[in-house]
Nanobody, 123 residues
Framework: VQLQASGGGLVQAGGSLRLSCAAS????????VGWFRQAPGKEREFVAA????????QYTDSVKGRFTIFRDNGKNTVYLQMNSLKPEDTAVYHC?????????????????WGQGTQVTVSS
């Protein structure tokens, strides 16, 4: 599976962005998909995950109520809608495909990773 993350950019605090993660060469409609982010000087951290059907989602506490993960299996794409962005959301955002079908928060459960898209939130 090759993953292409897109939709990042520069936005003011309080603004919104929608990230997309598109898969090629193979469908990921049977797999959980997650978003992780890595800020400069920090470790990669879990942001959100969605199960294969979209019926189950997980979020890290800092983005609950502001971010929404959803998917369109017909388009082989997973999205991350980010609202009320804060400067601390600034990071490179990576999407990843899980080995299983569930929404998992654990880095080790993912085996395919996209190259990342930069999100910068100015204050």
């Amino acid at each position: 599976v090759q993953l292409q993350a897109s939709g990042g950019g520069l936005v003011q605090a309080g603004g919104s962005l929608r990230l997309s993660c598109a898969a090629s060469k193979r469908t990921f409609s049977n797999n959980g998909v997650g978003w992780f982010r890595q800020a400069p000087g920090k470790e990669r951290e879990f942001v959100a995950a969605i199960s294969w059907s979209g019926s189950s989602t997980q979020y890290t506490d800092s983005v609950k109520g502001r971010f929404t993960i959803f998917r369109d299996n017909g388009k082989n794409t997973v999205y991350l809608q980010m609202n009320s962005l804060k400067p601390e959301d600034t990071a490179v955002y990576h999407c990843a495909v899980a080995r299983g079908s569930s929404a998992t928060i654990y880095y080790k459960n993912y085996n395919y990773w996209g190259q990342g898209t930069q999100v910068t939130v100015s204050s």
